[in-house]
């Protein structure tokens, strides 16, 4: 009896079904998703690669840039590796101490990357707003202190989601309808009512998402109205250029944030397929666009990367 208590709170493993309804074509979405994630992998480390060497890089700016590849890399690789082995090789089963792991990372890491743009837009706002007391407002330690900050908080926040999963029990299938471990179709297997933990996980990402797109956009609106008072448009507009890079993949990375909470807490009528690719974008897209973003409108890391390729700059 106490053998099956315990096989029935804790199952050895799940099954990841994937995409349901597209199966057939696992092989096929596999290809542009290893794409995305080696663009990823390769971007983020050069990022990280030419930060470190070039030490007219060491501001600021390019400091929570690196904070934000490590995210990017983290997320990435946690989600990227696992969804292709299942895509290719058919490798459906999970042991439920790695689901739980898998799911910790995704969602605390994409806290952290939320936090990071954040401290980013705050960057921006003191370069713009104040920038003759930049650097003696963001100093060495500053920026460790709000790095630290931003990684526990996504680890405090997000530590009981597989603790809360670990207690459950489960017995009902162990058929998780998703491409990774994610919580909410984790949370369904559960044989018990779990709307508290629902409730908790839904509370914290949309306290942590929309605080942090909050305090983000008044950063952007105390921006404009400092830029739209500057003397001359040339200035107007190098100022809104540094800007640029990142409001774009906040634009990316928040939108997909939306949909996907607003489909678990409303879209019940979404199909599974539309929302399942969602919420691979919304892991996939930010750390396969952010390395391309900041590289191509970064001049400073751009003549890095081509100088190191030995490519003239004309």
Request: charge should be positive; proline fraction near 5%.
């Given at each position: 009896?106490?053998l099956?208590n315990?096989?029935q709170t804790?199952?050895?493993?799940?099954?990841?079904?994937?995409?349901?309804g597209?199966?057939?074509?696992h092989?096929?979405?596999?290809?542009?998703?290893?794409s995305?994630y080696v663009?990823?992998?390769?971007?983020?480390?050069?990022i990280l690669?030419?930060?470190?060497a070039?030490r007219?890089l060491?501001?600021?700016m390019?400091f929570?840039?690196?904070?934000?590849s490590?995210t990017?890399l983290?997320?990435s690789?946690s989600?990227?590796?696992?969804?292709?082995?299942?895509?290719?090789?058919g490798a459906?089963?999970?042991a439920?101490?790695a689901?739980?792991a898998?799911?910790f990372f995704?969602?605390s890491?994409?806290?952290m990357e939320?936090g990071?743009?954040?401290?980013?837009a705050?960057d921006?706002?003191v370069?713009?707003?104040?920038p003759l007391r930049?650097?003696?407002i963001?100093?060495?330690?500053?920026?460790a202190?709000m790095?630290?900050s931003?990684?526990l908080?996504?680890?405090?926040?997000?530590s009981?989601?597989?603790?809360?999963?670990?207690?459950?029990p489960?017995c009902r299938?162990?058929?998780?309808?998703h491409?990774?471990?994610?919580f909410?179709?984790?949370?369904k297997l559960?044989c018990?009512?779990?709307g508290?933990?629902?409730r908790?996980?839904?509370s914290v990402?949309?306290?942590?998402?929309s605080?942090d797109?909050?305090f983000?956009a008044v950063?952007?609106?105390?921006?404009l109205?400092a830029?739209?008072r500057?003397?001359?448009?040339?200035?107007s507009?190098?100022?809104l250029?540094?800007?640029?890079?990142h409001?774009?993949?906040?634009l990316?990375?928040y939108s997909t944030?939306?949909f996907?909470?607003l489909?678990?807490?409303?879209g019940?009528n979404?199909?599974?397929?539309i929302h399942?690719f969602?919420a691979?974008m919304y892991l996939?897209?930010?750390p396969?666009?952010?390395?391309?973003?900041?590289?191509?409108?970064?001049?400073?890391?751009r003549?890095?990367?081509?100088s190191?390729l030995?490519v003239?700059?004309t």
């Open positions: 009896m106490g099956a315990k096989s804790s199952p050895d493993t799940f099954f990841l079904m994937g995409i349901p597209l199966e057939h074509l092989v096929w979405i596999g290809i542009p998703f290893c995305m663009v990823a992998v390769v971007g983020n480390v050069t690669a030419v930060v470190r070039e007219s060491h501001e600021p390019f929570f840039l690196c904070m934000l490590i990017d983290v997320l690789t989600t990227l590796p696992r969804m292709l082995c299942l895509f290719w090789l459906h089963d999970i439920f101490d689901c739980l898998q799911m995704i969602h890491f994409t806290a939320s990071f743009f954040l401290a980013m705050f921006r706002y370069a713009i707003c104040d930049h650097t003696t963001l100093t060495h330690a500053r920026i202190k790095g630290a931003v990684v908080r996504g680890v405090a926040f997000f009981p989601h597989p603790i809360l999963l670990k207690q459950l489960y299938t162990r058929i998780i309808a491409t990774y471990c994610e909410m179709a984790v949370v559960a018990v009512d779990t508290a933990t629902k908790y996980s839904l990402a949309s306290v942590i998402g605080c797109g909050f983000i950063s952007y609106v105390l921006i109205r830029v739209f500057l003397p001359s448009r040339e200035a507009f190098k100022a250029g540094t800007c640029g890079s409001v774009c993949v906040i990316v990375f944030a939306v996907t909470f489909t678990h807490r409303f019940h979404v199909a599974p397929q399942i969602i691979n996939l897209v930010p396969f666009l952010n390395p391309i973003v900041y590289g191509i409108r970064t001049k400073k890391i003549d890095h990367v081509l190191s030995k003239k700059v």
